[in-house]
């Protein structure tokens, strides 16, 4: 048996019937974890020391108490990946940036304490575009994360090293972030699935901001069974976000009994568009039968302002981030480059710790919001936000899921759209209205191309109906058998 | 009023200016690359003013929340001040040292 490629239930059988040790699976893991992050670069900091002190803890509690230890450590003896946006208490937390290079937080990110506390095993610190903009990797300062399935091609991004360490068998799942479709479109390159949790269902308290309205904490997992048990366990208010909803945690898990029939499946024509994949419009397309035949209905549906959403994100993720990021000012921590007065100080700080498309963000978003064109760009893209919003609320009246491609191609290569921002920024264009709505979603494998790469479906649900999202999920993957597929490593 | 139609090809001037707003010191190189990148994301982004936004009003956040106070202002152990500096790039042992901010006439 390949420890390392247990899911988190299968994980959590063994593991409670006593066939498996934690110590084992995390010794698994990290053996593997060595052998391939060479070369694939998923992970940027290996938390080897703690983790086997975790699993020993993890251990102990399973000898005296068996499975029944489960039930209020939901994780216990279950290594996991956290992406480097997440603050964690006493290990390096970078942000992919030179900027923080060095930083380790006093602190843990609401949803590692909560993974914590469920008894996970937290193998290390995953790659990121820097600061989670981008959607390649190719923006981390610490080198590009390569795909599982190709290595001259990307895993997307921004969360690449989470999904390429789970693709790759690294860690049972792991913790990503999504702003505009970092932890869906990344799961969609990979192979895996990727829980885009609604606005406010996770805490944002820990996880370094890029832009406050749209990020949310996500989940790149094996299955959907996986990434339920991972939200039930990082869900719910936290009195140090303001944005978390007061929305209680959900039996998400129990909720998967594999029936949908009588659901209503939307499916919007303006995510089918001239230009894509082929491969991918035909795996989609296949993929909604097969959720027809499982008793859904389907229907063609219209979100004309589809088209609108990339304008606006761009509009308003680099305003947030031209906020966010003014913190890293070289003086409670972070890089320090001298200069001849504070303010060169800060210039020459920036300019030197932030990356090419760092800077490129924060220079828009800090012209969106200059004197003579805020309301020409930001708050007319927050108007149209307006309508992108309400045609999604008009559509879930409707129906009860969208479903649609999560990407319009499969991976890309290495280098192939690094120099052109609008052509990189277009491989975010199905993903990025759900932030924009606040709404939640799935990214499920569904087929591959004739080059062997893994094509995405992207199930969106309405705002906090995580649980018809996982449904729909798990119910397709106990029919189909795509994300079972493994790279050859 | 109608909103007045923003420039979208960015002078090197406008770009040292915002630079300057966003605390960046670019180069040469970045500059014009920038000035380059960035007029061709506002051409694209003036697809958005075709759209008639009258009497639409904008979405800051999805949330229904506004104006979110706490329950009650309980006291909690917070940082250290050893923690609170550790990543400091430069302390005295008890504060952040930066460079001074006013002339103080030394």
Redesign the interface.
Known sequence: MNLCALTIHEARASLGAGHVTATALTRACLTRIHALNPRLNAFLTVNADEALQQAAAADERLRREGAAAFNDQPLLGVPLGIKDVLSTRGLRTTAGSRILE???P??DATCVARLRAAGAVLLGKTNTDEFAMGSSTENSAFGVTRNPWDEARVPGGSSGGSAAAVAADLCCAALGSDTGGSVRQPAALCGITGLKNS??RVSRYGLIAYAS?LDSVGVLAKDARDAAIMLEVIAGHD?HD??S?ARPVEGWEQALNGDIRGLRIGVPREYFIPGMQPEVTEAVRAGIETLRSLGASVIDISLPST??A???Y??IATAEA?ANL?RF????????V??A????????T???G?G?EV??R???G??AL?A??Y???Y?????????I?QEFERAFAQVDLIVAPTSPTTAFKIGEKADD??QMYLSDIFTLTMN???ICGVSIPCGFDTAGLPIGMQLMGA?FDEKTVLRAADAFQRNTEWHLRKPAL | MPDPTPAPTLSPAEVERIALLARLDLTEDEKSRYAGQLSAILEYAATLMTVNVDDIPPTATVLDARNVMRAEDIPAPGLSREEALANAPRTDGASFEVQATFDNGD
């Open positions: 060095h930083y380790t006093a602190w606005y406010g309205s009195p303001s944005t909803a088209t609108l990339l304008p606006v761009y509009l031209s003014a000012d070289s003086v409670r921590y972070g890089l320090r001298p200069g007065d504070l303010v060169d100080t800060y210039r020459k920036r300019g030197a932030f090419a800077k490129r924060i220079m828009l800090t012209y200059s003579g064109y309301d020409a760009y708050v007319r893209a927050q108007k149209v936000r307006t309508l919003k921002p609008i924009l709505a606040g705002a």
